[in-house]
């Protein structure tokens, strides 16, 4: 691949978006790559993935302008739809997926971090919806996901208003769970990574399942969802494991998934 890295680090993956001269934009080529990098992920090895950016100053600056610019209706669709495949890709992918945000996070970019289970950033973070600028609107999931993560009217003031926030305000409004200097984001990212799998990955990828399911479903329906993978959990490996140890008062713990 060109535009992206893929590195294995125990049972953590980590996807670096490296495209330098172009702040790591969005084009239909890494656009591609990206896609593919998330298909070859080996589920059975990986159990949390982090995307991240290439060098000190972009995560993602947005998708790229210069591809979009001449874009006729159809195909500007079909350069949302490249896009959001992508991103839904990501965000149903059944293992975690963590975004190390290490700079610019602007349209495209901004969009890419909420495709994740958990955005953390560095203190020189930078993050906004600036399409209304550009007379476009937001389109791969801006307008759905950002306000679904910190709530209407403050999605619609920063999606009208094209604005850009500091890492500080993306924390204060809940769009990031925590801010690192930025020489600490990454090894903070595979700490929590880490943390998170160890844990049984049967159990954290049905916690997922159930969370992303259960988001926009009716609360009836919603309590379903969970019960039935709850349920999913027992007759397992890991929930013998894991309460075994429990009641055996061991710290050693081996899961599988399975």
Not at 53 to 69: Q, R, T
Not at 88 to 103: C, H, S, Y
Not at 106 to 117: F, H, Q, T, V
Not at 172 to 195: C, F, Q, S, T
């Amino acid at each position: 691949m060109e535009f992206i890295k893929y590195d294995v680090e125990g049972m953590v993956g980590i996807i670096t978006i490296d495209r330098p001269k172009a702040m790591n934009a969005l084009n239909s080529d890494v656009l591609k790559e990206l896609g593919s990098a998330v298909d070859a992920v080996d589920l059975d090895a990986v159990r949390v993935l982090i995307i991240t950016g290439g060098g000190e100053k972009s995560f993602v600056a947005g998708a790229d302008i210069g591809e979009m610019k001449d874009l006729s209706k159809s195909e500007g669709e079909e350069f949302g739809k490249r896009g959001n495949d992508v991103f839904r890709k990501i965000e149903t992918l059944p293992i975690p997926v963590i975004a190390a945000v290490n700079g610019y996070a602007l349209g495209g970019g901004c969009e890419l971090s909420m495709a994740c289970d958990i955005r953390l950033c560095s203190e020189n973070a930078l993050f906004g919806q600036p399409e209304t600028g550009l007379g476009i609107t937001p389109g791969f999931g801006g307008t759905q996901r950002l306000s679904r993560i910190v709530g209407v009217g403050i999605a619609k003031e920063l999606i009208y208003g094209a604005a850009n926030i500091k890492a500080d305000e993306a924390f204060r409004i809940g769009l990031v769970n925590h801010v690192y200097p930025a020489e600490e984001l990454m090894d903070n990212a595979k700490k929590l990574a880490n943390k998170i799998a160890n844990n049984a990955p049967i159990a954290v990828r049905n916690a997922k399942k159930a969370i992303n399911d259960g988001i926009d479903q009716p609360m009836d329906e919603a309590i379903v969802t969970e019960e039935k993978l709850f349920g999913d959990c027992f007759e397992t490996h890991d929930q013998a494991e894991g309460m075994g140890a429990f009641i055996e008062k061991r710290k050693e713990k081996t899961f599988t998934n399975s």
